[in-house]
């Protein structure tokens, strides 16, 4: 099992740019499929993007799609989430988690498919 460690997280103005990272600990982070969820004040945790484990198909929810990119490295056990023209309702703190299965895009879209959960790290958009 890995474990997972986001990073970047901050303060940044409307229209802005921060990268999120995920670092994962364990010698198996390549067989993971990962994701990006994130909570927002007072809401529910939502889906933001997934990735397969060798990083040739990714998933986004429709709000950040053409403004969000997720990636990742696995010679560096990181996986990362650009994120360009923030807006103050991409206000949220932001978890990455590790799936064992990649799946269709209804699936890897429930937090129920993951298995293993960063401590997140807050995102605040200003306007």
């Known amino acids: 099992q890995v474990q997972l460690v986001e990073s970047g997280g901050g303060l940044v103005q409307v229209g802005g740019s921060l990268r999120l990272s995920c670092a994962a600990s364990g010698r198996t982070f390549s067989s993971y499929a990962m994701g990006w969820f994130r909570q927002p004040p007072g809401k529910e945790r939502e889906f933001v993007a997934a990735?397969?484990?060798?990083?040739?198909?990714?998933y986004y929810t429709d709000s950040v799609k053409g403004r969000f990119t997720i990636s990742r490295d696995n010679a560096k056990n990181t996986v990362y989430l650009q994120m360009n023209s923030l807006k103050p309702e991409d206000t949220a703190v932001y978890y990455c988690?590790?799936?064992?299965?990649?799946?269709?895009?209804?699936?890897?879209?429930?937090?129920?498919?993951?298995?293993?959960w960063g401590q997140g790290t807050q995102v605040t958009v200003s306007s």
């Open positions: 988690a590790a799936a064992t299965l990649w799946g269709s895009t209804d699936s890897m879209r429930a937090s129920s498919r993951y298995d293993t």
């Open positions: 990735v397969a484990p060798s990083g040739s198909s990714r």
